[in-house]
Nanobody
């Protein structure tokens, strides 16, 4: 049974930083990702990490500000978020896939099989 536990959310002012963590139990996945969902909006992909080769993909809205990484020894992956903006306010979810994902589909929600419970990030202006 695969289980993802995400944590690290909180409230920060614009320009600040947060690091989200996702502990993965039970299975090694091909792709790891972070998604977010703001109130009244659809869940969107933010960042993806391919465990096989280490390649990453980011949405245009966070490119250059967010970094996804993995610590194999701890079975944990992270989302380092810098230069946060009020538009980054959302519930953030970690996700993992059982199968490889084509680069063009890296941030597609339907490609992921396992999900964390979500952690809230609030950025004030």
């Amino acid at each position: 049974q695969v289980r993802l536990v995400d944590s690290g959310g909180g409230s920060v002012q614009a320009g600040g930083s947060l690091r989200l963590s996702c502990a993965a139990y039970g299975y090694r996945s091909f792709c790891l990702a972070w998604f977010r969902q703001a109130p009244g909006k659809e869940r969107e992909g933010v960042a993806n990490f391919y465990t096989g080769g280490g390649s990453t993909h980011y949405s245009d809205s966070v490119k250059g500000r967010f970094t996804i990484s993995q610590d194999n020894a701890k079975n944990t992956f992270y989302l380092q978020m810098n230069s946060l903006k009020p538009d980054d306010t959302a519930t953030y979810y970690c996700a993992a896939s059982r199968f490889p994902i084509a680069a063009s589909q890296a941030l597609r929600i339907y490609e992921y099989d396992y999900w964390g419970q979500g952690t809230q990030v609030t950025v004030s202006s």
